[in-house]
């Protein structure tokens, strides 16, 4: 029983090491009690991480990003939405902020709790997915992170890149197929 014990214990262990630090935190679903573990959520798939804001110019791209989402999802894409008022186009209430992703533009791919992405205050995912892109923190909503199944940074993309284009159209399917 010891040695089953034990090997579990190194799974998991061999789990969480290939899982970038960034990654390695829980965070609470959008208006909800639900909290999720990024690296479990994450684990072997290709990732996009996107800081959104619901009264924002780019908002339409909630339904680009649902798009590319159910495009892709079966191959091992996700999608995770970080609202953030960092550039003060988000509401204070998580209520509103769900309803325009979901009701609005039909997201159905994982949202969480607003949280800052730039500066000092944020998060340790983005002050992490910052470091890993040389220092390229968000410079406005909807910018796009992308990371390989490795974990591992693939591109920084700024709010007007759509994310049913290329190059990051062309980047996500590259990473797919690795």
């Given at each position: 029983m010891k040695w089953f014990s034990l090997l579990l214990l190194l799974g998991a262990?061999?789990?969480f090491a290939a899982c970038p630090d960034y990654f390695n935190?829980?965070?609470r679903e959008l208006n909800s009690t639900q909290r999720h573990n990024l690296c479990q959520l994450t684990e072997g798939k290709v990732v996009l991480v996107v800081n959104t804001a619901s009264y924002c110019g780019y908002r339409g791209q909630f339904a680009d990003l649902e798009r590319l989402y159910q495009g892709y999802k079966e191959r091992g894409l996700i999608?995770?939405?970080?609202?953030?008022n960092d550039f003060w186009q988000e509401s204070g209430d998580e209520g509103k902020t769900a309803s325009v992703c979901r009701r609005d533009y039909g997201v159905t791919f994982p949202m969480f709790n607003r949280i800052a992405v730039r500066g000092d205050d944020a998060s340790p995912l983005y002050k992490g997915l910052a470091a890993a892109a040389?220092?390229?923190a968000?410079?406005?909503?909807?910018?796009?992170?992308l990371i390989g199944r490795d974990g591992k940074l693939i591109a920084s993309?700024?709010?007007?890149?759509?994310?049913?284009?290329?190059?990051?159209?062309?980047?996500?399917?590259q990473a797919l197929d690795r």
């Open positions: 262990s061999a789990v935190l829980e965070q999608v995770l939405g970080f609202p953030s040389g220092g390229d968000p410079g406005w909503n909807f910018h796009k992170y993309y700024g709010a007007n890149q759509s994310p049913d284009a290329d190059p990051l159209l062309a980047a996500v399917k």
